[in-house]
């Protein structure tokens, strides 16, 4: 199977390709943000955990397990969902079959994860709707951290690439408000982890946040916009980003809100007259995101301008389990740097689809055995 048949390019063809060939055979480091917004426990407007109680830990939770593993005891299970099942599963089973090394960040969590974690000494967002979410200082720190570890962590890869997630639950409406925020008519584009995406309920978050903040049609400071409307990882990655790019690539893995940190990056780039190199920058995703009629990435992307939308071509219509089938009904469809993973996967060493669904599918079976209280994954197709 040819590389162009895991992995599509979806905009900006040339410069997807070439970061492609460029960055084909090397290996990557993965570095995965943890952050956390209140706006995540607005009822309805996340599928990433069942309850606004699961939503709380949904990240902690995907730590461990991304961290470790499937393990008999877990600290914080895996949330339970409405479908499907956690990406994490994705992004592990990737990074354990092909010891790509991994780093955790607590950008700003309601508690630290029970696993070896950077703490960047940031807060977790208030709701968006607030216009309140972050305090300025946070907001100026988090960007320091996040330029200091991108250098550290190019100097790794000098000839390789960072693989940058996140996972912050709600995460989809702070991205949609970052996007209006910089100027973007972004509504109606993003997506979310429901089948069919909550677009009415996130722009009316936003709006309200924007209001509050006074920020409506109004030019906007990059940092006093996260500082209102945005997440504790939005900033660090962009940072990251930024630092990173000037030495290595960078894959920013993930769909909607890794589409809204280039465009905040860029933004601060020119704000704040940092140096940094475009060109080595892409946006990784899956084919679920990229594909979701529910919303509009690639129109999304293209608004952006300038960035690559990569996706892996992962299918699980063949999968074994249920709640990995449930990904092309539309639900989850991505998180923890899943689609990153997906195209590092077949990027390094080049696994075809079978591969990645092979080694998907051991490491779900070993998280059945592992845990008793795991039967979610235990429904046979």
């Known amino acids: 199977m040819s590389l162009a048949e895991m992995i599509r390019v979806y905009t900006q063809a040339q410069l997807g390709q070439h970061w492609l060939q460029r960055y084909q055979r090397r290996r990557p480091l993965f570095a995965c943000v943890l952050g956390f917004t209140a706006t995540g426990l607005i009822p309805g407007i996340s599928a990433a955990g069942a309850t606004p109680q699961d939503r709380r830990y949904t990240a902690i939770a995907d730590a461990e397990f991304l961290y470790q593993g499937p393990q008999a005891a877990s600290q914080y299970a895996l949330p339970p969902l409405q479908a499907g099942a956690s990406p994490v599963l994705i992004s592990r089973a990737v990074v354990e079959a092909q010891a790509i090394p991994l780093y955790l960040?607590?950008?700003?969590l309601p508690v630290p994860p029970p696993v070896p974690c950077v703490d960047l000494g940031g807060t977790a967002a208030a709701c968006l709707s607030q216009g309140?979410?972050?305090s300025r200082p946070v907001v100026q720190h988090l960007l320091e951290q996040g330029l200091a570890w991108g250098q550290q962590l190019a100097a790794q890869?000098?000839?390789?690439?960072?693989?940058l997630g996140e996972c912050v639950v709600g995460g989809t409406t702070t991205a949609l408000a970052i996007l209006t925020g910089l100027g973007l008519a972004a509504a109606g584009k993003v997506n979310s982890s429901h089948p069919t995406c909550n677009h009415s309920q996130k722009w009316a978050v936003v709006q309200a946040g924007l209001r509050q903040a006074g920020l409506?049609?109004?030019?906007?400071?990059?940092?006093?916009l996260v500082a209102a409307v945005g997440d504790p990882m939005q900033?660090?990655?962009a940072g990251m980003a930024i630092a990173a790019s000037r030495s290595c690539g960078v894959m920013l893995a993930g769909g909607t809100q890794m589409l809204a940190v280039y465009a905040l990056l860029r933004a601060i780039a020119t704000t704040y007259t940092l140096s940094w190199q475009p060109e080595q920058i892409v946006v990784g995703t899956t084919r679920w995101v990229a594909e979701d009629a529910t919303g509009d990435t690639?129109?999304?992307a293209n608004l952006i301008g300038t960035v690559p939308l990569l996706a892996t071509q992962l299918q699980f219509t063949a999968a074994r389990y249920s709640?990995?089938?449930?990904y092309e009904q539309g639900y989850v469809k991505e998180g923890v740097g899943a689609g990153g993973c997906a195209i590092a996967a077949s990027l390094y060493q080049n696994w075809s689809q079978a591969q990645l669904l092979q080694a998907i599918e051991a490491l779900a079976e070993r998280y059945c055995q592992a845990d008793s209280r795991q039967n979610l994954l235990l429904n046979h197709s």
């Open 235 to 237: 900033i660090v990655v």
């Open 216 to 224: 409506v049609n109004s030019e906007v400071d990059p940092l006093q």
């Open 157 to 163: 890869v000098p000839q390789g690439y960072l693989i």
């Open 298 to 300: 690639v129109g999304l």
């Open 323 to 326: 709640q990995l089938q449930a």
């Open 105 to 108: 960040f607590n950008a700003g």
């Open 132 to 134: 309140q979410a972050l």
